[in-house]
């Protein structure tokens, strides 16, 4: 058992360790993590494994510690070919993206690599930008941009680097690219298909007048979803372009009204920034019926384990008892609450 108590003994020990080193916030869960560690030498855990979990962690914490001081600061992950070069039409693509966003007031993380990541930096300019780079014996340093203010990380694992480069943004833009950024975007799709991750935008750029992603678009649209292996329509959350401002306008324009969600016991909890009006719920509830498990959508104050928290309790608030079924669909009320004549103006 993950929680399972230590004997009262060490239990003492930990916690006088945790007080020298001045540990008070979330303390049960440091607690956990430590039981956790104890548990694996209980359990006779290899080396190889104890050496997975160790660098793990340890990865995670150095990421932490590098995103931290920027929580405040919208970020967007570019995703891209390391192997672009820099006369390419997709590297002035990226470059351009990450500029306009930039202006924007986002941050733009990447695998701080050649190619497309390094012209997103370049486009975001050094302060503006943050890499997550893999150690890999036959790829080149993370790029100068990133480097050269500290604003980069060091990953062993994909596994730890993809949750980083996922994790801390608000948007994802993937320009054509090989297997690691096919992974990159089929992750991005699988866990918003499946709610694991909460609803963000993502854009498939491609260079003026490329039809890369077009393919992709073919072979779910002849393949993947006839077959039943997917819900028709889960590939409408994406959206390919060819043109820079649709992809600013996109990641931008999915936070126009939308800030959040949160789940209160079985209640779903949106938080806008403008409260929309009768009519506007009663439309709501006629288009997005299907998604419910029950009762409407409703307009709410913030929910009491919200106000506990001090959790954006300003905030406009709807409440729905989401058929779980559904998680998938959130994009398509998310966008609707987007353009209501009430929300704030782009």
């Not at 963000?200 to 039809?211: A, H, K, M, R, W």
Request: glycine letters at 8%; a negative charge.
């Amino acid at each position: 058992m993950i929680d399972e108590p230590l004997p009262e003994a060490l239990n003492s020990e930990i916690n006088a360790a945790l007080d020298a080193s001045g540990v008070r916030a979330d303390r049960r869960l440091v607690l956990r993590m430590l039981r956790t560690a104890i548990g694996l030498g209980e359990d006779g855990a290899d080396r190889l494994n104890l050496k997975i979990a160790s660098a793990a962690l340890a990865e995670m914490r150095e990421a932490f510690q590098l995103f931290a001081p920027f929580s405040g600061v919208p970020k967007v992950t570019v995703f891209g070919s390391a192997r672009t070069k820099h006369d390419d039409p997709l590297y002035l693509t990226a470059r351009d993206v990450a500029a306009a966003l930039a202006d924007d007031g986002w941050m733009v993380v990447t695998g701080a690599g050649p190619g497309i990541m390094q012209a997103a930096s370049e486009g975001a300019g050094p302060a503006l930008s943050l890499g997550v780079s893999i150690r890999l014996p036959f790829e080149e340093k993370a790029n100068g941009l990133v480097s050269e203010q500290d604003h980069v990380v060091a990953m062993k694992y994909f596994f730890t680097r993809k949750l980083m480069l996922i994790k801390e943004s608000l948007g994802f833009i993937c320009l054509p690219g090989g297997f690691g950024t096919l992974d990159e975007m089929f992750e991005l799709l699988t866990l918003q298909q499946t709610g694991k991750a909460e609803p963000t935008p993502i854009v498939l750029l491609d260079q003026p007048g490329g039809t890369f992603w077009q393919g992709l678009r073919s072979f779910i649209d002849d393949h993947l979803a006839p077959t039943g292996v997917i819900s028709v329509g889960d590939f409408d959350r994406v959206v390919i372009t060819d043109s820079v401002e649709t992809a600013r306008a996109q990641i931008t324009g999915f936070w126009r009204n939308y800030d959040s969600l949160r789940w209160v016991g079985d209640t779903l909890v949106l938080r806008l920034r403008a409260t929309p009006t009768d009519d506007e719920i009663a439309e709501l509830n006629e288009r997005f019926a299907t998604m419910l498990a029950s009762g409407k959508i409703e307009r709410t104050a913030a929910l009491q384990p919200e106000v506990a928290d001090d959790d954006l309790v300003d905030l406009p608030r709807l409440m729905l008892d989401l058929d779980q079924h559904q998680v998938g669909n959130l994009f398509r009320l998310i966008g609707a609450i987007n353009a209501l004549p009430s929300a704030p103006v782009p």
